[in-house]
């Protein structure tokens, strides 16, 4: 027996062995480590990290950092699904007069805010008083009824919005939320420090630390990030060549940032009408993609990605010049608009310079600009939602127009409502965007989502940064 | 007043009662009738029926263009393979010609149709590009996506075969086979929350019941559960602090308790303890493996590495994830897969530490191969898709004596069986977000 064993085994090493070599380099799975601290930098530097507060700029990093620390009554997941959130369940009213018109949301049992103050109706309520001061909002006992004035299928998906999630405001101004960190040190638009809550409802995160440093110029961070003083870092659009020769890998998401031409208001005549047609036929969305973007992202004919709809191609994003001329020469004259960009924002920028060379060889005459009340100006506006009505409806918010009505949400309906706010030439498609990040090789289970939103509580680090 | 129910835990993430329920029940047929041709089985199939939107978009293009001859394209720009996107435009054809459409060239059409089988996260969405003179116009149908195809195949020289047991979305820690059939109609399914029963009857699996795991702290995150025969009642679960223990009543109930007491590592027949559920386990004459116990940590996702009672001089380890023994002549060679990714081996008086390149899941598998012992262990080459290999330690060297066998996604738990010559392999697809619980065999190929 033992004889015939060891022929065994030889015989397996064997016809085993090219296969085991071939994997040899392949990583070890590991269960995910508890421990550690894990060094963030970003460029932006919100003042303050409530959620509500409209006055600081959106943007994913900000997003990311809400919901470390908060948590919404309902979460978005891939492609707009929704899941339970601080909010257990909910429901609609039904019936031919207030169909969607009355939501009740259950509130989950045994949630604390990292004050210890346990989650209750009364302030979910004030919580989103605050977000939504034109909301009819009532307690009954575990659950928070919202009443609105018109129905609205999508108020769930409304709810998953970062600007909604929960927090508990005291009178000195301190914020207390009820997500997977809580806030240690905080100096804002410069630097937090997030601790890991110890009892979270979901569990205790992986990670014990989050040192987050703000407002970092893009080179600064891969330095940062290069030098191994960083964990994880932005990358932008005009360094995703160089960092992809570097083989540093890039992490992205979809495309989720909708760079535009947005009007300061409606066309105003005809001969307006005519002129907005021949900018938007002059553009050459291929070459600012390829040259100005150094390839990322994809040229956008339509307000929404295609990845978010399955019908974006349809919307033409290639230059017709001959169109544009045609355009063009319909009117006797034309005026010289100013086009206005973030002077802190070098691709911004560069757009607003490359868009000007192409209105004039359409004939048209543009100006970049640096003031705040150019007629049209180059505008990023992250995508709010993986769901396509949110990230619709944001859109047309940031762009001055009336938020599309979800009444069925069907695709054809979604298309039709993409087309009626292109129709009011207020907003000019130019590309969209992933959000993508490079990370230290210490970083495991890291990857954003689809829509970029960050999951650092699942996140953990190699084990010499320790095991507690 | 309240109609809409809108809880997505219902009707969104759960795949719909019928699909999810059968499952796992045709993964058993088809495994009973099939069980020798298991390395290459095709756990489901799901076919689509393209027809309902098929129909939709052709009435939709008419409506447009009306009867006539018209130039037509379709071209595919979807995840649909080349095969699917042939078998939906052949049934576009068919669906437009039957409501009075001609095919013929461009030059020849009144109206050109350009059909793209397109996609979103949720839906397949055809859209049709209709010229018809200089207007153009746009028609969409949307379908939902149904799930995809997993197939797996392993080969030679040892085989380890995995066999379907359980599939659903909601987190699966472990699952006991409460009998010795080897196809299983009787079975326990560890979650966070409960302990569900199952019986397979009339082909179907039907839940007989859900014993509620009580527990007053939130689970650690990576949670990991073990659910153990009982020796004199139907079984135990070990969960991070709560152990939970059924009671033989009138009815079956679960009985739950805060504690911190050792996690027997030696499940079943091996360690001795053997329920009445397992006859031939009862009238074994195969010697018991010495019973160790390891205190797993309340808050977190090892064992701390204490041991009751220890491996010879070791009533300590370094805290390790799981932990594989290997019977040999007078001794019990144990390894732990410590949380530093080396794997402890300790024969009661030494402890000889290596990096084997292992994952954090090892198990013991005994078997009528080779030394009769073998050790399961993961690993993984690629982030969501874990493998598992079995090895021999002659000479405490690690010889691989199998093929990797391919999950398509990560395993979250892996423990022997209670007869000591099967696993349950536990894994979750990250797409997905379901688990699936898979017994897993070792087959001598020589």
Not at chain 1, 96 to 117: C, G, I, S, Y
Not at chain 1, 312 to 332: I, W
Not at chain 1, 392 to 410: D, F, I, T
Not at chain 2, 370 to 388: I, R
């Amino acid at each position: 027996m033992k004889r015939f064993a060891w022929r065994w085994l030889v015989i397996c090493s064997l016809v085993v062995g090219v296969a085991v070599a071939g994997t040899a380099a392949a990583g070890v799975e590991a269960r995910p480590r508890y421990g550690g601290t894990l060094r963030v930098a970003m460029h932006a530097a919100p003042a303050s990290l409530d959620p509500a507060d409209s006055t600081q700029a959106d943007s994913f990093a900000r997003r990311n950092l809400t919901f470390l620390l908060f948590e919404t009554l309902v979460t978005a997941g891939a492609g707009g699904r929704l899941h339970p959130g601080l909010a257990s369940s909910w429901q609609a009213s039904s019936g031919p007069t207030l169909e969607n018109q009355r939501w009740q949301f259950q509130l989950r049992h045994k949630v604390k805010f990292h004050d210890q103050t346990a989650l209750t109706a009364e302030l979910v309520a004030a919580s989103l008083r605050v977000a939504n001061p034109g909301w009819k909002i009532v307690t009954e006992t575990d659950s928070v009824v919202i009443e609105l004035e018109a129905a609205d299928p999508e108020l769930p998906a409304e709810l998953a919005l970062p600007r909604n999630a929960i927090v508990k405001r005291t009178a000195d101004g301190k914020l207390s939320g009820t997500g997977p960190f809580h806030i240690s040190d905080w100096q804002p638009g410069k630097k937090l420090i997030l601790a890991a809550s110890e009892d979270y409802w979901k569990g205790r995160p992986y990670l014990d630390v989050i040192e987050i440093e703000m407002g970092r110029s893009f080179h600064d961070q891969w330095m940062a990030l290069e030098l191994g003083r960083t964990d994880l870092v932005e990358v932008s659009a005009e360094q995703s060549h160089r960092v992809a020769s570097e083989g540093r890998p890039v992490a992205a998401s979809e495309p989720v940032e909708l760079i535009a031409l947005l009007f300061a208001h409606d066309a105003q005549s005809p001969v307006e009408k005519s002129l907005r047609d021949a900018l938007a036929l002059s553009l050459d969305r291929g070459s600012i993609r390829s040259v100005l973007l150094q390839g990322t992202g994809q040229p956008a004919g339509g307000i929404l990605p295609d990845w978010m709809t399955g019908y974006g191609f349809v919307f033409p994003a290639d230059a017709d010049l001959a169109r544009a001329r045609h355009e063009r020469e319909d009117v006797k004259v034309a005026p010289a608009w100013t086009i206005g960009y973030d002077p802190g924002d070098s691709i911004s920028h560069l757009l607003a310079e490359r868009i000007a060379l192409n209105a004039r060889d359409a004939g048209l005459t543009l100006q970049p600009t640096t003031a705040a009340t150019a007629d049209l100006r180059v505008a990023r506006i992250p995508l709010a939602s993986s769901d396509p009505w949110i990230a619709l409806s944001e859109v047309a918010a940031a762009a001055g127009l009336v938020r599309p009505a979800a009444h069925g949400g069907s695709v054809e309906e979604l298309y039709a409502a993409e087309q009626s706010i292109l129709a009011t030439q207020r907003i000019i498609p130019l590309v969209h965007l992933p959000a993508a990040y490079a990370a230290s090789a210490s970083l495991r289970d890291w990857k954003p989502s689809v829509d970029g939103s960050w999951d650092l509580a699942n996140i953990w680090l190699e084990p010499e940064t320790g095991i507690r | 007043m309240h109609a809409a129910v809108y809880n997505s835990v219902i009707p969104k993430v759960i795949l719909n009662t019928v699909k999810r329920s059968s499952r796992p029940v045709f993964c058993l047929c088809v495994a009973l009738c099939f069980f020798p041709l298991l390395p290459g089985l095709v756990m489901c199939s799901l076919a689509a029926d393209w027809s309902v939107p098929e129909q939709q978009l052709a009435r939709k293009i008419v409506a447009v263009t009306g009867p006539g001859a018209v130039a037509l394209t379709v071209e595919n720009r979807s995840s649909l393979s080349k095969r699917e996107s042939e078998i939906v435009s052949a049934g576009l054809h068919s669906a437009l010609e039957t409501l009075g459409l001609r095919f013929v060239k461009p030059e020849q059409a009144a109206a050109t149709v350009a059909i793209s089988l397109s996609e979103n996260l949720n839906a397949y969405v055809w859209v049709a590009e209709i010229r018809l003179g200089d207007k153009v116009s746009i028609e969409m149908v949307s379908k939902p996506h149904v799930d995809g195809v997993v197939s797996t195949r392993d080969s030679v020289p040892l085989s380890i075969r995995k066999i379907p047991v359980w599939a659903q979305e909601e987190q699966v820690l472990d699952v006991l086979v409460l009998e010795e059939n080897t196809a299983p109609t009787h079975i326990a399914v560890l979650g966070p929350e409960d302990v569900s029963l199952y019986r397979l009857q009339g082909g179907k699996w039907q839940r007989e019941q859900a014993l509620g795991v009580a527990h007053t702290r939130p689970w650690p995150r990576d949670l990991r559960g073990r659910l153990i025969p009982g020796k004199d009642h139907l079984l135990d679960a070990y969960l991070p602090g709560v152990i939970c223990h059924s009671t033989n009543g009138a009815s079956l109930t679960l009985s739950c308790q805060e504690s911190d007491d050792p996690w027997p590592l030696v499940a079943g027949s091996a360690g001795g303890g053997v329920s009445a559920n397992f006859p031939s386990l009862v009238a074994s004459t195969l010697p018991a493996i010495p019973q160790v116990g390891g205190f797993f940590a309340s808050t977190r996702n090892f064992f701390t590495g204490a041991l009751a009672p220890g491996v010879g001089k070791f009533a300590t380890v370094p805290k390790f994830y799981s932990a594989a023994f290997l019977p040999r002549g007078r001794y019990v060679l144990w390894l732990f897969a410590a949380v530093d990714g080396q794997i402890h081996m300790v024969d009661g008086v030494s402890d000889q530490p290596a990096r084997l390149n292992w994952g954090s899941d090892v198990a013991s598998l005994r078997t009528a191969c080779g030394a009769g012992w073998q050790v399961l262990a993961t690993s993984s080459g690629v982030p969501g898709s874990d493998s598992m290999r079995a090895y021999e330690l002659p000479d405490r060297d690690a010889v691989p004596v199998s093929a990797a066998l391919d999950f398509g996604a990560t395993v979250t738990a892996l423990w022997t069986e209670a007869k000591g010559d099967t696993a349950i392999a536990v894994t979750r697809n990250g797409e997905t977000g379901s688990y699936e619980a898979f017994r897993v065999a070792v087959a001598c190929n020589l």
